[in-house]
């Protein structure tokens, strides 16, 4: 589904991501762990051409992202504050979404009650814009709304970040079940290796924007992950 | 030293911001603006005994002058009150340290005794007193008279300063001021009271008795201590913060919208946009400064007779909100713009959409003013060719400028420490947009044909709008190229 091809970012002189070549395919539940400054939300943001790669390229399902559109139509993201607009109330964002993607009321109806639960009455009827929700409940209506235009492949930046403990377990049963029943491609990254390794198939880490491991989960990996960060 | 440290860190984040690193070009142009501003009042000054004397052979100048001084100050306050950028300090990093907030308050209001516009009257004042006071005067009259004429100044400053900080959290403050302003002028217009003797009796008085000084110095202080409280007050995170609201209704009115599709989708979010910050609120409370303007020059007839000075007038106000709108459009939405960029498929669209809602603002404005036929059928003829040429011109000029924009506005940011862009970059930049259908107009004025000119000026939006297909598309491209540029900008705090 993703392809990344001798991609590289350049910030003042520093290459902050070096990937050679990372074929992500489809079903595939990939998580992204390193530390800060690794390059886990450049790669994402390369993959959604919110920046300019300066060598290399990102394909998905073949294509360039670079200037074409067609990937908008199965890629739902979901990376930080600055993919909510935060004047609205959720339902009119959500509302605003599901125009942008084409969907209907009826699709919008469906989508609210496949998302009661993981809401938990804590986003709907609130009467409150986003701006003004704390950052968990924002972190929320971004995954939902990520999700909501049922994608193909969707693409969260610590998606498990500011969530209390219940809606993490919500968040992790919500994408094993999208993950088998909907053959839905993942890009996650985190910082929490007990959740991501609930969730992904295969972990990748990242250091200084090189790929240094890139292996399927097992029962052993989280021991493994824990080794390699303890230094 | 806490000030010391203070001014070390703003003239860092001065430094530093990319919005000064870009915008060197612009700064070299205002400061040569400053230059020749400081070399006119210098000549002012200088020959300011000549001028009164030839203006008013008759009268004493010390008079006069001190009849005009009131004049002078009101317009330096509205002056002031558009142009004077506010001190703003990133308070936030600094409250949860151990400093006085009263220290941070005074550093921001002391830090406004910079202003350039606080020294350029004493280039009039400074010449004025040595050669008309001084002959009549001792020194010691003199030097008081200055020394009040600058405490004036910057009791005028402070004042200016309130009013603006208002604006953004009590506006119906703004709105006394202005009406006070409206009420005198009429007054002396109409020869109720005359503003002209109260200023000169104060002033000679202040000649006389020189203890009248105390008043510039007791109001110096009271205008101090207002924006001292004033800031005080707001020094709490939770009044930073904008204060939670309840879902307004207002764009409720709106909802008719949805049924146009998708762009009717994304006017209506626009609309929310606009009536949910309380700074692009702001906005449209000016709009009848905009539309107003003909109530105030129409009805003199030196400007009814300078047909460049109505073309002026004309794109002034059918192009004034909509030029708001578009000179940020981008900015706007820094705060979703990453959401804008992913999700949107079809930037023709979205280009689209902002282009239909500046028109369609310029077009509201247009039918507002069309009752100023009254003054004449010459002025509809005027403004209907300055809105074909705002709506066909300068729409398109705007859009493709706006993408150079990468400032983050902070929009959600407490209004009271955000006034980005109200300062006079913004409407420098965008000067020759203005002077363009002026320039068009000159020859056909000097071939003594005015109404060529117009139909001119109107015909070239009328062709804008022919070729409004490959426009967009060059916009578009335009928007591809930069959106990299502007999403990395809107990313960044500050």
């Keep these: ?231 | 030293m806490i000030y010391k440290l203070l001014i070390i860190h703003q003239l860092k984040e001065s430094k530093r911001s990319s919005f000064w690193q870009k915008q060197i070009a612009l700064n070299i142009v205002i400061g040569f603006f400053i230059l020749l501003m400081l070399l006119y009042l210098l000549v002012l000054g200088l020959f300011i005994d000549k001028i009164l004397g030839e203006l008013y052979p008759n009268d004493n100048p010390i008079d006069i002058f001190n009849g005009i001084i009131i004049y002078y100050f009101g317009m330096e306050l509205m002056l002031r009150f558009m142009i004077q950028a506010l001190p703003t300090i990133n308070i936030e990093s600094y409250l949860h340290l151990p400093i006085k907030k009263t220290a941070i308050v005074h550093y921001l209001n002391l830090r406004s005794l910079l202003a350039i516009g606080n020294y350029l009257p004493l280039l009039v004042f400074i010449p004025f007193a040595f050669k008309v006071l001084l002959p009549h005067y001792s020194g010691f009259v003199a030097f008081i008279w200055i020394l009040s004429m600058f405490f004036i100044a910057l009791a005028n400053n402070y004042l200016a300063i309130y009013i603006k900080r208002q604006m953004t959290s009590k506006p119906m403050i703004t709105g006394i001021a202005a009406i006070t302003l409206i009420i005198f002028i009429l007054l002396d217009y109409f020869k109720i009271i005359s503003v002209t003797s109260v200023s000169r009796y104060l002033f000679n008085a202040l000649i006389v008795h020189t203890i009248w000084i105390i008043i510039p110095v007791l109001l110096l202080i009271f205008n101090y201590l207002l924006n001292f409280y004033f800031l005080k007050t707001k020094l709490y995170t939770e009044e930073l913060s904008q204060k939670k609201e309840e879902i307004s209704n207002t764009s409720k009115a709106f909802q008719y919208l949805k049924h146009y599709g998708h762009t009717g989708q994304l006017i209506l979010k626009d609309i929310k946009l606009i009536w949910r910050h309380k700074r692009t609120r702001s906005i449209v409370y000016m709009a009848p400064l905009f539309l107003g303007y003909g109530l105030l020059l129409y009805n003199q007839e030196i400007y009814m007779s300078r047909n460049g000075f109505l073309i002026f007038i004309g794109i002034f106000m059918t192009g004034g909100m909509m030029l708001n709108y578009l000179n940020y459009v981008f900015s706007y939405e820094s705060g979703h713009f990453d959401f804008v960029l992913s999700n949107y498929k079809d930037f023709d669209k979205y280009l689209e959409q902002k282009f239909i809602f500046a028109i369609a603002i310029a077009t509201i404005s247009y039918i507002i003013t069309i009752p100023y036929v009254l003054y004449g059928f010459k002025i509809l003829f005027i403004n209907t060719m300055t809105w074909l040429y705002n709506i066909g011109v300068l729409s398109y000029l705007l859009l493709f400028t706006a993408t150079f924009s990468s400032k983050r506005m902070d929009l959600s940011k407490a209004a009271t420490f955000n006034y980005q862009g109200l300062g006079a970059t913004h409407w420098l930049s965008i000067l020759p947009f203005f002077l363009m259908p002026l320039l068009v107009y000159l020859p056909f004025s000097l071939l003594d044909y005015p109404i060529g000119g117009f139909i001119v000026i109107g015909t070239m939006g009328f062709l804008g709008l022919t070729f409004h297909k490959p426009i967009m598309k060059m916009l578009n491209k335009q928007f591809v190229k930069k959106k990299y540029n502007m999403a990395s900008g809107f990313r960044q705090n500050n």
Aim: proline share 2%.
């Design chain 1, 1 to 231: 589904m993703i392809e990344a091809i001798n991609l590289t970012k350049v910030y003042s002189g520093t290459k902050v991501l070096d990937i050679k070549d990372l074929k992500i395919g489809k079903g595939e539940a990939f998580g992204l762990v390193g530390n800060n400054g690794a390059g886990k939300t450049t790669f994402f943001r390369l993959i959604l051409d919110l920046i300019k790669a300066d060598t290399g390229m990102v394909l998905s399902n073949g294509k360039n992202v670079k200037g074409l559109n067609d990937w908008k139509y199965y890629t739902g993201s979901h990376l930080d504050d600055g993919f909510l607009i935060d004047f609205l109330s959720p339902e009119e964002y959500f509302e605003f979404v599901a125009d942008v993607h084409k969907l209907s009321k009826g699709d919008l109806e469906e989508f609210y009650i496949n998302f009661k639960d993981f809401f938990n009455n804590e986003i709907l009827d609130k009467k409150k814009y986003i701006r003004d929700f704390s950052s968990g409940n924002k972190q929320k209506i971004g995954i939902a709304a990520a999700l909501m235009a049922k994608p193909e492949i969707v693409i969260l930046d610590e998606p498990f970040n500011s969530l209390d403990p219940t809606t993490q377990i919500r968040l992790k049963n919500l994408l094993n079940k999208l993950k088998e029943e909907k053959q839905l491609s993942m890009l996650i990254s985190s910082h929490d290796l007990n959740h991501i390794t609930e969730v992904c198939n295969r972990i990748v880490i990242l250091e200084k924007g090189k790929i240094v491991q890139d292996k399927p989960t097992n029962e052993n990996t989280l021991k493994e992950l824990t080794e390699y960060f303890a230094v």
